[in-house]
């Protein structure tokens, strides 16, 4: 693996309760595989601090909040933001740019074109390309895969590129959250969806730009 250049993952979603934390946490470990990694919890809830804290060593990265970034950051190589909620506009724009990729996470009943739309029109005005965001569809199970792949469309029409390898809905990712670990170490089921995000980042580090990773 190389491991030459920093990698920026960030996440965001118009509304909450959409996969954000459990995707940075997920995430931040396997970037963890490539360089010292720190999670940077932008959002008010701090949900991201609170897993870490109930975790402590169990978790192979860093966790903090925008003021301790500041110094941590020195002394990581990777980093992942747990973007605040609801960021519109401006806020959509900046974590973009600061972004190798922009990570929304989507659950399919209730994620609306409406909101996908925003995003991408933020975007757009720095990036007609749309070239770093990736939406990604979680908590996917057998009843709304039609449905999921129905949205897939509908989203790559309005050129929000779509990450192929969705994440499962287990309760084994709420097991892991009570308990600050990660899937990976919650069960069988648990196991399949850490499987879910090793895929998710293969596909993110081929969507980073050359250099990063
Ligand atoms: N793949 C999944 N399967 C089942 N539950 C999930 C999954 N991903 C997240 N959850 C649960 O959904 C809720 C919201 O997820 P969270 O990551 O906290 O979203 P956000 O940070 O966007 O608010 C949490 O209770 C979390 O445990
Ligand atoms: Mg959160």
Same mark, same amino acid.
């Given at each position: 693996m190389c491991h030459n250049e920093l990698m920026v993952i960030s996440l965001t979603s118009k509304k909450g309760g959409c996969g954000k934390t459990t995707s940075a946490i997920h995430l931040s470990a396997l970037l963890a595989r490539h360089g010292k990694t720190l999670l940077i919890d932008m959002d008010d809830a701090k949900h991201s601090i609170s897993w870490k804290a109930r975790g402590g060593e169990q978790l192979p990265f860093t966790v903090t909040d925008y003021g301790g970034s500041l110094r941590l950051a020195r002394s990581h190589e990777h980093f992942v933001i747990d973007q605040k909620g609801g960021l519109t506009g401006d806020g959509i724009i900046d974590a973009y740019n600061d972004a190798d990729v /922009? *990570? #929304?996470?989507? @659950? *399919?009943?209730?994620? &609306? /074109?409406?909101?996908?739309l925003q995003t991408a029109d933020a975007i757009k005005t720095v990036d007609p390309t749309l070239a770093k965001l990736r939406a990604l569809f979680v908590q996917t199970t057998p009843h709304n895969k039609r449905l999921v792949e129905e949205? $897939?469309?509908?989203?790559? +029409?309005?050129? #929000?590129? &779509? @990450?192929?390898? &969705? *994440?499962r809905h287990t309760e084994d990712f709420k097991h892991a959250v009570n308990s600050g670990?990660?899937?990976?170490?919650?069960g069988k089921y648990g196991r399949l969806g850490w499987y879910d995000? +090793? $895929?998710v980042f293969d596909e993110l580090r081929l969507a980073a730009p050359a250099g990063a990773l």
């Open positions: /922009l *990570v #929304v996470p989507a @659950i *399919v009943e209730m994620m &609306t /074109l409406e909101s996908m949205a $897939r469309r509908e989203i790559e +029409e309005l050129g #929000v590129k &779509t @990450i192929r390898q &969705t *994440v670990k990660l899937a990976s170490n919650m995000y +090793e $895929r």
